[in-house]
């Protein structure tokens, strides 16, 4: 067993330990998508459902959250979401543009409120020069902006908790562009 395989990942989990245990990221994402009367909908590669699951750990979750998507593979990115083949071919399925495109895609999909999206490498394999393990990018968006981040984990996290740390990342962003666009009422 690799110690400092195994540190990183018990550091980890014990700095977002209370989080996971009492959802304040979520129940503050929640007050603010009730509220302001938002659907929310999800699309993930990477964090498979896990952004749309910790969401849902809510009680009342139902009056926000539309319609989620796993899109794990390429061909759904492009079939479900009008992800652009060209833009995987150009930048990579794991990049700002394919992250932008899911999130816009989902939004006019679903006709939801807001659209966040994921695509990264979450390892062991799957890392390349230019795209290490632990790389992801979000994409959100709602009717009047559309944005990516670029995050990356520590690589020596363990596959299940690096989906974590992706989605906590993405919950992240989600609250923060709630408090750029909307204001709790």
């Known amino acids: 067993m690799d110690i400092k395989k195994l540190f990183a990942n018990i550091s980890f989990l014990f700095g977002h330990f209370p989080n996971i245990i009492l959802l304040k990221k979520e129940k503050e994402i929640a007050k603010y998508l009730l509220r302001n009367a938002l659907r929310l909908s999800t699309a993930e590669s990477c964090t498979g459902g896990l952004i749309s699951s910790r969401l849902t750990d809510v009680s009342g979750s139902s009056a926000y959250i539309f319609e989620n998507y796993v899109t794990y593979a390429n061909e759904v990115k492009v079939k479900l979401l009008d992800v652009n083949p060209k833009t995987i071919e150009k930048y990579g399925v794991v990049s700002s543009q394919v992250a932008e495109q899911m999130a816009q895609g989902l939004l006019k999909k679903t006709n939801c409120s807001i659209a966040i999206a994921t695509t990264g490498i979450a390892g062991p394999l799957g890392a390349t020069e230019t795209k290490p393990v632990g790389l992801v990018?979000?994409?959100?968006a709602n009717e009047k902006t559309v944005k990516s981040y670029c995050f990356e984990a520590n690589p020596l996290l363990y596959r299940r908790i690096m989906k974590y740390a992706f989605s906590d990342k993405a919950l992240d962003v989600l609250l923060e562009?709630?408090?750029?666009?909307y204001k709790i009422r």
């Open 137 to 140: 990018y979000i994409g959100i």
């Open 177 to 181: 562009f709630l408090k750029e666009n």
